[in-house]
């Protein structure tokens, strides 16, 4: 019914260009998470980012309200609340590798460049001019929909915890944060911190030092160790064929008493390690087959080697690798890692099959460290899969708004390693804004966005909003 007048709203050059410049003034504002303070919970980035959304909301007509810094809203309506959409601001760091400035967003042949215009910034805008066209067109609510602008979703989702301890859930509930058509599966996870410690060793050859990986949820895309008693023409033989290999890039330097290697890999989601080339992984393909002494810290080389070696993104030389047919496979990603004189320490992430349990997964993966020595550091928790049922109301009706202004004809749900707000929302979906055979690029350098595809992203929302709060 109102298809038609929603379509030719947003073919308004006016409103497109309007749209991009409230997504370029999200971008601008650096929201990585920062160490909490007064009023800022989440560090003074997500709070300026929150503070720039609810500014931008109201500016177009919207009723906001700053709940207690962790969340912002924005109402369409003072009727009560039927749709809850979720979105972010806060976005992952930077990197390296970019071809623009991150934070400034950069539009070329119809591509929008910059850290969030894909996750999350840009999906939010989309939503929020999606509220804004039903509001301008007139379009009868019964019903309210509710903004929730969040600012913790890349570090724990903090924020809509603690907005949901205090406030009801809608009785509908959808993130832009993920991909089209929709998901209605999203993995478990499993991330436990492990390692060992050792006393103060001197024999030489050896690793005094191995760093990789700057979050949980990035494939890592840098690394460096440290190696006494080695010359640079005893190690550089070794990076060649390690390159080869995994596609990543190795630097040796020489140094008073040894050498420094760095590796250079690719960084991606951790749901989709895939797509990355992970450095922890590809140095330890030459740190593995380096001379060196027996010793400790040469033991737990050598075990990382065994239990992660390079290509393995499924768990197997963990002992976890499983998949079904309703969630696929388990994918893991070794994110970061530690070594220094008095021990290591690694992390790693992993979104596991939806048969995962305590005694496939997590006591697995305990009995395989156990084999090499190492043992978890803190007392790992798997959380459950998120499952919603394809032919729930909110599914379909979602699906045939997609189906509307996509022509695809019967889209069905998929399923996700990674984890959205609404993992803990009962009924609660991803929809948007990812469109099939896209490559964002998120979470790397030159994350990217189409217009065209914002635009019909928000057509897409108002649509949805109109026919779940008629």
């Not at 496979?329 to 979104?351: M, Q, W």
């Not at 022509?407 to 804004?433: K, M």
């Amino acid at each position: 019914m109102y298809q038609d007048k929603i379509n030719a709203y947003f073919d308004n050059p006016a409103v497109q260009r309007e749209l991009v410049g409230a997504i370029a003034r999200l971008v601008s504002v650096k929201s990585v998470k920062g160490e909490a303070q007064e009023g800022a919970p989440f560090g003074p980035g997500p709070r300026a980012a929150l503070d720039e959304a609810l500014k931008l909301c109201s500016e177009l007509g919207f009723e906001t309200r700053d709940y207690d810094h962790y969340v912002g809203l924005a109402d369409l309506n003072d009727r009560e609340t039927q749709l809850h959409i979720l979105g972010h601001l806060d976005v992952v760091g930077e990197g390296s590798g970019w071809d623009t400035d991150p934070y400034t967003c950069v539009e070329k042949d119809g591509m929008l460049y910059g850290r969030g215009v894909s996750d999350d910034k840009g999906p939010v805008c989309a939503a929020l001019f999606g509220m804004k066209a039903v509001k301008d067109l007139g379009i009868p609510l019964s019903k309210n929909v509710r903004l929730i602008l969040g600012t913790d979703e890349e570090s724990g989702s903090q924020d809509i915890a603690y907005y949901y301890a205090r406030e009801p859930f809608a009785p509908m509930a959808f993130t832009p944060d993920a991909n089209f058509p929709l998901i209605n599966v999203e993995k478990g996870h499993f991330g436990p911190h492990f390692g060992t410690d050792w006393a103060p060793e001197t024999a030489e050859p050896r690793v005094t030092s191995l760093t990789g990986g700057f979050r949980r949820n990035v494939v890592p895309p840098e690394a460096e160790a440290v190696i006494a008693g080695l010359t640079a023409a005893q190690v550089e033989p070794l990076c060649g064929p390690a390159a080869e290999k995994t596609g990543a890039k190795f630097t040796v330097t020489g140094t008073e008493g040894g050498v420094t290697l760095h590796c250079t890999g690719k960084n991606a989601h951790a749901a989709m390690p895939d797509d990355g080339i992970n450095a922890i992984q590809a140095i330890l393909e030459v740190l593995a087959a380096l001379p060196l002494a027996e010793c400790e810290s040469t033991k737990a080389i050598r075990s990382m080697h065994t239990l992660f070696p390079f290509g393995d993104n499924r768990g197997k030389g963990l002992g976890i690798a499983m998949k079904d047919e309703v969630s696929g496979e388990t994918t893991v990603n070794l994110a970061l890692i530690d070594l220094n004189e008095a021990g290591f320490s690694a992390d790693i992430d992993s979104r596991v099959a939806v048969c995962a349990n305590e005694e496939n997964c997590v006591k697995a993966c305990e009995e395989s460290l156990k084999k090499h020595g190492l043992r978890f550091l803190t007392q790992p928790r798997m959380m459950e899969a998120h499952i919603v049922e394809a032919d729930s109301p909110l599914v379909k009706t979602l699906l045939e708004c997609y189906s509307a202004y996509t022509g695809e004809r019967d889209p069905q749900p998929i399923a996700i390693g990674g984890g959205t707000y609404v993992h803990h929302i009962p009924g609660g979906v991803a929809f948007g804004c990812e469109f099939p055979g896209f490559d964002p690029k998120m979470h790397s350098a030159n994350e990217q966005a189409r217009v065209d595809q914002l635009v019909t992203s928000a057509k897409i929302f108002a649509l949805a909003i109109a026919r779940l709060c008629k």
